[in-house]
Structures are given as structure tokens and as C-alpha cells.
């Protein structure tokens, strides 16, 4: 078996030049960003606005038992709140004085019903 390939007599090699310039690319690298943040963002959008939503629905839960009198009630999330991280439930009063009502933890969720269970069947 000999090296000697008749097809590549005459050839001779030369630097090899990109296949796409730079603009090219950088702009392709700009697409593909904006297009991975176009997926991307409006799912981390809804998680976010769902679980502001559902942590004010169980703070007005809680501060209704907890605190029946106020007027409003508020739902921060904190990083080194008195629950450490997740969400905090505060009833502000007449003067407006936060009053820390309950940690809810990262998910937030309304407690359940305390109580004797209510049959529900037919039976």
C-alpha cells in the first residue's frame, strides 16, 4: 500500500482563511443571546409574578387570623428576614408600623383549617 495519491498531484496547502468573518459571528453569538434571554425570561417573569401573587393570598390569609384588626397586610420577600430566607408577612396598623405576623418560608402556601374534618360523601 503506497501514500501516493494521483488526486492531490499539484496540490499544495494554504493557510486556511475562517469560514465567517467576525462581524458574523458576533452578530450570531448576539442572536442566539437575545434568542436563549427571549425563552427564558418570560418563564422566570410568570414564576415570579405567581408566587408574589400567591404570597400576598396567604399573608392576607394569616394576617387575618393572626391579626384580625389591621388593616392591611403585606408580603416581603427577605434574604435575612426573622424566618432567614423566603417570604415574610407583616400587618401594618393604623400608623403605619409593621408588625411581623408569620414566615412563610421560600413557597408559600395558606395553612390548612384547623378543626374537625366535615364528611363529605353521600354516605
Same mark, same amino acid.
Given at each position: 500500500? @503506497?501514500?501516493?495519491?494521483?488526486?492531490?498531484?499539484? !496540490?499544495?496547502?494554504?493557510?486556511?482563511?475562517? /469560514?465567517? &468573518?467576525?462581524?458574523? =459571528?458576533?452578530? /450570531?453569538?448576539?442572536?442566539?443571546? /437575545?434568542?436563549?434571554?427571549?425563552?427564558?425570561?418570560?418563564?422566570?417573569?410568570?414564576?415570579? @409574578?405567581? +408566587?408574589?401573587?400567591?404570597?400576598? %393570598?396567604?399573608?392576607? !390569609?394569616? +394576617?387575618? %387570623?393572626?391579626?384580625?384588626?389591621?388593616? @392591611?397586610?403585606? #408580603?416581603?420577600?427577605? %434574604?435575612? +428576614?426573622?424566618?432567614?430566607? &423566603?417570604?415574610?408577612? !407583616?400587618?401594618?396598623?393604623?400608623?403605619?408600623?409593621?408588625?411581623?405576623?408569620? =414566615?412563610?418560608?421560600?413557597?408559600?402556601? #395558606?395553612?390548612?383549617? @384547623? +378543626?374537625?374534618?366535615?364528611?363529605? =360523601?353521600? =354516605?
Amino acid at each position: 500500500m @503506497s501514500d501516493d495519491h494521483p488526486e492531490l498531484a499539484g !496540490y499544495e496547502p494554504f493557510e486556511e482563511k475562517p /469560514l465567517r &468573518g467576525q462581524r458574523f =459571528s458576533l452578530l /450570531l453569538r448576539v442572536v442566539v443571546v /437575545l434568542a436563549v434571554l427571549g425563552l427564558i425570561l418570560p418563564g422566570v417573569f410568570t414564576t415570579v @409574578s405567581v +408566587g408574589t401573587r400567591n404570597a400576598q %393570598l396567604a399573608c392576607d !390569609y394569616r +394576617g387575618a %387570623l393572626a391579626v384580625p384588626g389591621a388593616p @392591611s397586610y403585606e #408580603a416581603t420577600f427577605e %434574604l435575612f +428576614g426573622p424566618g432567614v430566607i &423566603g417570604w415574610e408577612c !407583616y400587618a401594618l396598623d393604623q400608623l403605619g408600623k409593621r408588625i411581623h405576623v408569620d =414566615s412563610m418560608g421560600f413557597i408559600p402556601v #395558606a395553612p390548612g383549617v @384547623s +378543626g374537625p374534618r366535615v364528611p363529605t =360523601s353521600n =354516605s
